[in-house]
């Protein structure tokens, strides 16, 4: 028997970082984000005989295990193994022998979420394969902690929840650590609108956004004033720009867009550079009105938002630049499994 799941990644359209603690615990987070048709992949198969095999396909790394409860936590493929150790023990079961393959369609720090979406996507299979009894709240909540707390790594919420739910969500983070997902109810028209004002540009440089997260962090265990009223803002424009999507006002969508990247820069220091500023150069310059970095910023996609009949001028502006545009529409279902009996 085989199992695949997918998972949806997703682009962070507003609010981003106030997911994050101790930003959050202080005083609570707002995040709006939308998931699109690029997604996290995974398969299981299962093995008559022998261990546990695991193959990250787009990464070209694998490693081969004995049976056993927990695989070392070692910096290698650890969201794989988290997810593993975290099954086995939550759920009580008795591993079989299987190979376990997967792959995104976007690159690892590349700030659409792929890290999160990836544990998601293989929680997603585990949860089919075991039929164990699991919501989406409960797999976004079990993925945070596996990849924050069980793997140690950087970052907020927001990514496990729009992977898990999928579609267009105001998400809430309450300061007791509860979430709120709250999906919205866009009109048509205004979802092909988007699509065809927003240019996703990927800069050709993955980052790791564990620095800027940490430095942010920083800049809130200290009490940053510049930092703090920049994230406040940020908050803010979740709700405006959630106000502005439901009334399918794309110019007010644009202007709260280009204002939260401002806003975002303030942030912490390596949230932008030389690079992602020639790019924006570049984009404004042939007709963009507005741009922001999708997830903590350093590298990875662009989002710009265009007049559509401006769209081959900046895509054209863009060509010049190491990157390269994306295409995407937005995708309104979440982490989906299924099986395949041999």
Not at 63 to 76: F, T
Request: charged residues 25%; proline residues 3%.
């Amino acid at each position: 028997m085989k199992v695949r799941s997918k998972a949806p990644l997703r682009l962070g359209l507003a609010g981003g970082g106030s997911d994050v603690s101790p930003y959050s615990d202080l005083y609570g987070g707002l995040i709006l984000n939308a998931t699109i048709n690029l997604y996290a992949h995974c398969t299981i198969e299962e093995k008559k005989e022998g261990g546990i095999e695991i193959y990250a396909a787009d990464l070209n790394q694998s490693l081969s295990y004995e049976m056993q409860d927990q695989l070392p936590i070692d910096g290698q493929l650890d969201l794989h193994k988290g997810v593993y150790n975290r099954i086995v023990k939550d759920f009580h079961i008795t591993p079989k022998p299987f190979r376990i393959t997967t792959y995104s369609d976007a690159p690892a720090g590349s700030g659409l979420g792929s890290s999160s979406t990836m544990v998601v996507c293989i929680l997603q299979a585990f949860a089919e394969w075991y039929n164990l009894p699991l919501g989406d709240y409960e797999i976004a909540r079990l993925a945070y902690e596996i990849e924050r707390i069980d793997i140690g790594l950087s970052g907020g919420k927001q990514d496990q929840y729009a992977a898990t739910f999928g579609g267009f969500n105001f998400m809430e983070f309450l300061q007791d650590g509860h979430v709120i997902v709250n999906p919205l109810r866009i009109k048509p028209w205004v979802v092909e609108e988007l699509e065809a004002s927003l240019l996703l540009f990927f800069t050709g440089a993955s980052r790791s956004s564990a620095k800027i997260i940490d430095e942010q962090r920083k800049n809130t265990q200290e009490k940053n004033a510049t930092a703090i009223e920049a994230m406040h803002k940020i908050k803010q424009s979740a709700i405006d720009m959630k106000t502005a999507i439901l009334r399918g006002e794309i110019d007010t969508f644009a202007a709260i867009l280009g204002q939260a990247w401002e806003d975002k820069k303030k942030m912490a220091t390596s949230i932008t550079n030389p690079m992602i500023q020639q790019a924006f150069d570049k984009a404004l310059g042939a007709g963009a009105i507005a741009g922001k970095v999708s997830g903590a910023g350093g590298g990875g996609f662009i989002m710009f938002v265009v007049e559509p009949t401006k769209r081959k001028n900046v895509e054209r502006a863009l060509s010049g630049l190491e990157g390269r545009v994306v295409e995407f529409q937005f995708s309104d279902k979440g982490t989906q499994s299924w099986k395949i009996f041999d």
